[in-house]
T-cell receptor, first 113, second 112 residues
């Protein structure tokens, strides 16, 4: 019940295209859903996060869509750029646990020039 | 640069040995988290400290232990090392237990 599933495992997108990564969770107690971006040799960095009281959050080219009833959330990267090539992790936590994240397995995104 | 520092950057050791990984959180951050990232297990939460006290434990083996010192830096001790302990170990810090986590650059541990 603590697992967060993520798909696809890898994704190849042309420059200017839309990248979509999906995550699903089981634990309805989760109330914070961040996305992390990790470049090779670096630690993960927070990209964008959402709480269940909203269905969508947009920051620049990055949008999180959240479906509470389906227990799913997704990351959309609009106008994908080669510099977006990285591994993306979704995660989930509950404030009552502190921010002890359960991470998805990651999606390796490659944006072709 | 997140402001979280980790040393050493790389560590190569043999099975059965013991190592200590060090983490200095961002200035002002009271909470420290340790994560293990391996190819087959992904990113796994190990343990969290807040202002010197253990707050939560995740998938941390009994051979592993950690502590947070009065100056708020933290150390992760790994003992009786096995080949399967080879991984990237990340430290993260946050202002409180409920704020954004900032990750350090990681320590790559190789057990031969």
């Amino acid at each position: 019940q603590q697992q967060v599933k993520q798909s696809p495992q890898s994704l190849i997108v042309q420059k200017g295209g839309i990248s979509i990564i999906n995550c699903a969770y089981e634990n309805t107690a989760f109330d914070y859903f961040p996305w992390y971006q990790q470049f090779p040799g670096k630690g993960p960095a927070l990209l964008i996060a959402i709480r269940p009281d909203v269905s969508e959050k947009k920051e620049g080219r990055f949008t999180i869509s959240f479906n509470k009833s389906a227990k799913q959330f997704s990351l959309h990267i609009m106008d994908s750029q080669p510099g977006d090539s990285a591994t993306y992790f979704c995660a989930a936590s509950n404030d009552n646990y502190g921010q002890n994240f359960v991470f998805g397995p990651g999606t390796r995104l490659s944006v072709l020039p | 640069d997140s402001g979280v520092t980790q040393t050493p950057k790389h560590l190569i050791t043999a099975t059965g040995q013991r190592v200590t990984l060090r983490c200095s959180p961002r200035s002002g951050d009271l909470s420290v988290y340790w994560y293990q990232q391996s190819l087959d297990q992904g990113l796994q939460f190990l343990i969290q400290y807040y202002n010197g006290e253990e707050r939560a434990k995740g998938n941390i083996l009994e051979r592993f232990s950690a502590q947070q010192f009065p100056d708020l830096h933290s150390e992760l001790n790994l003992s009786s090392l096995e080949l399967g302990d080879s991984a990237l170990y990340f430290c993260a810090s946050s202002v409180t237990e409920y704020n954004e986590q900032f990750f350090g650059p990681g320590t790559r541990l190789t057990v031969l």
